[in-house]
């Protein structure tokens, strides 16, 4: 996952090259709005940490870029 700030900083390509001069292979892309459910289901193994709440925050702040 290619998260917000990435997305935002225009970093979408260098990113996905880094991937590729290490051979591996982009099977596809997609460009998302994470939902605050869905971010705290996916980091809930982090949900007793005090920075629990600010990291849900973040990435929920933009979209994200799902490589696969």
Known sequence: ???PDGVQR???GEIIGRFENKGFTLKG???ITVDRPFAEKHYQDLSANPFFNS???YIISGPVI???
């Open 10 to 12: 225009s970093l979408v």
């Open 29 to 31: 892309l997609k460009l």
């Open 55 to 57: 990291l849900v925050d």
């Open 66 to 68: 799902i490589l696969q």
């Open 1 to 3: 996952m290619i998260k």
